[in-house]
């Protein structure tokens, strides 16, 4: 292969992969379809109008040194293309779907077309072209990483088998089939360009060629090989000593390690911008370092709260100059992206401990937005290191053994399996009472579809791709308060039925006109959600504890709890059917509206983490977890709400006029 400009872009059509879990509550069932039906083969959605946005900006943040140089132009012809190519990213931005980003967008663009017709400096011009493809990557996301590790030892095999011939095996761009090639190969050896080199520039080239040159695409290699290829690549213009250096230094710097939360941060950053923060001979370095040996950021966010740290300290920081906006963005994603990953793993070895993480955190978070003194900030980041600390010592490999791990595995499945089960057997019971088995397959085919969507999310999550903080939270709150809305109207519902006495006496008659095929897809689809959102819990709870050594517990655990749960499912569907209907929708109601008050509270708690509802704690109320009521003004109030409209549904169907018109 052949590159004239890894850093730039040609002006061809090109296509690339996305694979994402959206948020909501059918999060799982549409993750299941892009299992399913995506593939992990070549095939790939078209390129996105951003992409291709970005690809123009990385090329003029690269190359326009090349055209000028102390105000003059140096090359009249790569000047010209700066231009165009500014020129055309402006346009393009323009015709991106509307998005509250976009108008700051087009600003940033003018702004950037000005700096090129005005000849500004080089590092000017570099800065507002990266910051405008940063943002511009954030409003219009679009897949930055490798789902795993790319096998450095495999990148390397497949540049010498495609890329060395005209390269050269040293990555000098002197191949021996490198002659009479016009413009010639691109030097990979050349420490200033590869400065300004993304791994993810690399791969897109890699991945769709570049127009006006000999280099092809190799959309035809595997994924996995074409993000290997892109690493290896990256790292030919530091040699063995800065990469032994740069190990040393990842190693002995949590701080630098906390620059690093991801693969996707890898891939997107260059050792220039890594440079502005450690300096230009350590960033060389440990991006040396990181590109040869990606996969200790995945042994990193598994075996600590490193980035947790780093993210918290880099609040206070920002909170201290004054800057509230980043502070409050930075608490965020200190939980999200550094303490939520290893939730599940801290509430099943110490649920106390983390309740007191996720107060402390929310603490943290209201001081951070009603503007509290500096010290006050600082107090409650030494508290949470605090907390970080002991949470630490939980997440030991000591720490993991057979006992907690059947514990957890039992009480987690019973306590998220038992809120599914009370509704699926509710809706049961009420159709067996009703006379309308024939609609039970519609049930069954909910909680039946729920499952198999866990099984793939299971699948997804270990082997594709990773679901983020705010990806889990965002399903668990929006699924949660879905439910809760139905449960409230269905628990009002259900009360008036046990008091009109006249339309019990016709209740067959009118349920089967009542239940048409429409609100039996309406019970399918309830069925589902509430399954699934404890089924998507219950899997990275049991992600978190499984290990080769904690194996055997937790499926001794999980099989325990499975058998609980059928016993308490034959227990309730035996003993209602016994029931004379009127106490049966009276208990079926009562219990419909307490499970409505806990998912709603449960519901809001999860968006709250999130960061998408703000965080107002009460000192005065406890934290009861099993009734979905957290000390935070947002989640009473929601929760006072549902009950006042409990009452007035209750109160309405015991008024004369209401028992008139049932009758």
Known sequence: MVFRNLDGWGMGSWRRRRIFIPAGVVAGLCLALLVVFGGSG???????????????LD?????????????????????????????????????????????GLIKQAAALKAAIGAKRPPSEVAGL????????????????????????????????????SCHGAAGDGKGPASKGLDPPPIAFTDQDRARHRSVFGLYQVIEQGLDGTAMPSFSHLPQNERWALAF???????????????????????????????????????????????????????????????????????????????????????YASGNKADASSLALSTYLDGIEPFEPAIAARNPKLLSRIEAAMGEFRSRIGSGAPVDSVRQQAAVIEGLLDEADAVLAPAAADTTAAFVGALTILLREGLEALLIVVAMIAFLKKADREDVLPYVHGGWAAALGAGVLTWAAATFFITISGAQRELTEGFGGLFAAAVLLSVGIWMHGKSQADAWQ?????????????????????????????????????????????????????????????AAIAWAMLRYSTRLPISKFFAASAALVAVLAFVLAGKGLA??????????????????????????????????????????????????????????
């Open 59 to 103: 090329y003029v943040a690269v190359d326009y040194p090349g055209a000028v140089e102390d105000g003059k132009i140096i090359s009249t012809a790569e000047y010209a293309e700066m231009v165009e190519f500014a020129e055309t990213a402006s346009a393009q931005i323009a015709a991106l779907p509307a998005t509250p980003a976009k108008p």
């Open 232 to 318: 290896y690549v990256g790292s030919l213009s530091q040699d063995d000593g800065a990469r032994s250096r740069g190990e040393a230094l990842w190693k002995g710097d949590a701080n630098l390690r906390g620059q690093f939360p991801n693969l996707a941060t890898l891939t997107k950053m260059t050792p220039a911008d890594l440079a502005k923060v450690v300096g230009d001979k350590k960033a060389d370095d440990v991006m040396a370092y990181l590109r040869r040996s990606p996969g200790v950021l995945t042994e990193q966010r598994e075996a600590s709260l490193v980035f947790a740290r780093g993210k918290l300290k880099a609040t206070v920081d920002a």
């Open 606 to 663: 999860a968006l709250q983490e999130a960061g998408i509802v703000p965080v107002t704690p009460v000192s005065w109320a406890p934290k009861i977890e099993l009734l979905g009521f957290y000390p935070t003004w947002q989640t009473i109030l929601l929760q006072l709400a549902v009950v006042a409209i409990l009452v007035a549904g209750y109160l309405y169907n015991r008024s004369p006029r209401r028992g008139e018109g049932a009758a």
């Open 42 to 56: 070549a095939a790939r959605a078209a390129v996105t109008p951003a992409e291709t946005v970005w690809r123009l």
């Open 505 to 565: 006496r016709y209740i067959k008659e009118r349920l089967s006109k009542a239940l048409s095929r429409g609100s039996a897809w309406f019970l399918f689809l309830l069925a589902f959600v509430v399954v699934y959102r404890e089924v998507f819990e219950t899997i990275l709870f049991f992600a978190a504890l499984w290990s080769k050594e904690t194996a055997g517990a937790v499926l001794a655990g999980a099989g325990t709890a499975v058998v609980a749960l």
């Open 129 to 164: 072209a990266r910051g405008l493809a940063g943002d511009l990557l954030a409003a219009y996301p679009v897949a930055l990483a490798p789902s795993a590790a790319p096998d450095f030892a495999r990148g390397a095999a497949v540049y010498a088998e495609n890329c060395a």
